[in-house]
């Protein structure tokens, strides 16, 4: 009964480094989406995919990069980290079809940005 | 653009009623949805309504739509302390396909016991 699951749950960089976070979901949802949560400012959308081998801009996307090489797993990379970048990242994901589509997330990665 | 408010902060007792508002601006919205999120977790969907609705009921929750304002509540009787937790209002805007989504910032819910 996993869900959405979120990897790393905590991460500290340099200002810079690169790394990747990854969101795999096990219920076969076709849309997958990465947002960022800063104090104030609620959830704001960074990426966002309908579909294994598709890809989006959302609200805040500059900084960021993502892929969806199969339809479980949403990848977001951070090429040169800025202390700007230093947030609560949600994946969520949902189904394609059918009236309600709510989102369903994960439990977040924290990334600090020094 | 859309655009979805909501107070930042709402203090209760516990077994008394909470009500937190939202207002949203997109007249398009389809579906408005309330999320929890507790502390180190991700959001939780509570609840929804469809934009054509005026009122669902579930259990101890009950979301109150006026279309005419663009004013949503998400009411919680017999308030508990596991109700301790930000509350975000949402509006989803077309059907099937994608939807686009926009959360409110969030109301902080503190239950005193």
Redesign the interface.
């Known amino acids: 009964n996993a869900g959405v699951t979120q990897t790393p749950k905590f991460r500290v960089l340099k200002t810079g480094q690169s790394m990747t976070l990854l969101c795999a979901q096990d219920m076969n949802h076709e849309y997958m989406y990465w947002y960022r949560q800063d104090p104030g400012m609620g959830l704001r959308l960074i990426h966002y995919s309908v579909g294994e081998g598709t890809t989006a801009k959302g609200e805040v996307p500059d900084g960021y990069n993502v892929s969806r090489l199969k339809k479980q797993n949403f990848l977001l990379g951070l090429e040169s980290a800025a202390p700007s970048q230093t947030s609560v990242y949600f994946c969520a994901s949902s189904y394609s079809r059918g009236i309600v589509q709510p989102q369903h997330f994960g439990d977040g990665t924290r990334l600090s940005i020094l | 653009g859309e655009d979805?408010e909501q107070s930042l902060f709402l203090s209760v007792r516990e077994g008394d009623s909470s009500v937190i508002n939202c207002t949203y601006t997109d007249s398009s919205s389809t579906?408005l949805?309330w999320?929890k999120q507790e502390p180190?977790?991700?959001?939780?969907?509570l609840t929804?309504i469809?934009s054509n609705m005026d009122m669902k009921q579930d259990q101890r929750l009950t979301v109150l739509l006026n279309k005419k304002d663009k004013h949503l509540s998400l009411r919680i009787a017999d308030t508990q302390t596991g109700d301790s937790a930000i509350y975000?209002c949402a509006e989803?805007i077309g059907?099937?396909?994608?939807?686009k989504?926009t959360?409110?910032?969030?109301t902080k819910l503190q239950v005193i016991p």
């Open positions: 979805v579906y949805y999320y180190g977790a991700g959001l939780q969907l929804y469809f975000f989803s059907t099937g396909g994608y939807q989504v959360f409110g910032i969030g």
